[in-house]
């Protein structure tokens, strides 16, 4: 089944693709999201007129994707986290918690955007990785301290 991609569909197409994919993913995934328009004779007319558009809107969620992440790259989240021996966490830091760290200073990233290698298990400064969408992707800093340390700044 061939469907026109309304969104970025991450390992399949960006906007205005034409791409082939089984009918159950179509049906059952894409075209109830909104992110895909099955490729019909109407659809791939309108697609023409429509493409001028999604160059626009693409290069505007770019451009405003690339402000997004010059502004995180200048940004530092502290993340207090509780901690045994030897500076190991009881748990991890996950990509839910950094979720939250940045809702708090005021930016609101979808947790799947935020790319960990694994979970975070030790203190200290890491690099983590945000995909902000439209190929823009941008390095975090992430510092994790103690949990008694953080409440006594």
Excluded: C, W
Aim: positive net charge; glycine residues 8%; hydrophobic residues 45%.
């Amino acid at each position: 089944m061939e469907v026109i991609l309304q969104q970025d569909v991450e390992n399949l197409g960006t906007i205005g693709d034409v791409v082939k994919v089984k009918p159950g993913y179509a049906r059952n995934y894409l075209l109830p999201r909104g992110l895909a328009l099955e490729a019909d004779a109407k659809n791939l007319a309108t697609l023409e007129h429509r493409k001028r558009a999604l160059a626009v809107k693409r290069a505007k969620v770019q451009k405003a994707n690339e402000a997004e992440a010059s502004r995180l790259v200048s940004l530092s989240v502290v993340i207090s986290a509780r901690t045994g021996e030897e500076e190991k966490l009881f748990g991890s830091v996950t990509n839910l918690d950094i979720q939250r760290a940045l809702a708090a200073q005021g930016f609101e990233i979808d947790r799947k955007r935020i790319l960990l290698q694994g979970p975070i298990k030790v203190l200290g400064e890491h690099s983590v990785t945000v995909d902000l969408g439209a190929g823009v992707r941008t390095a975090l800093k992430v510092a994790v301290v103690r949990q008694e340390e953080a409440e006594a700044e």
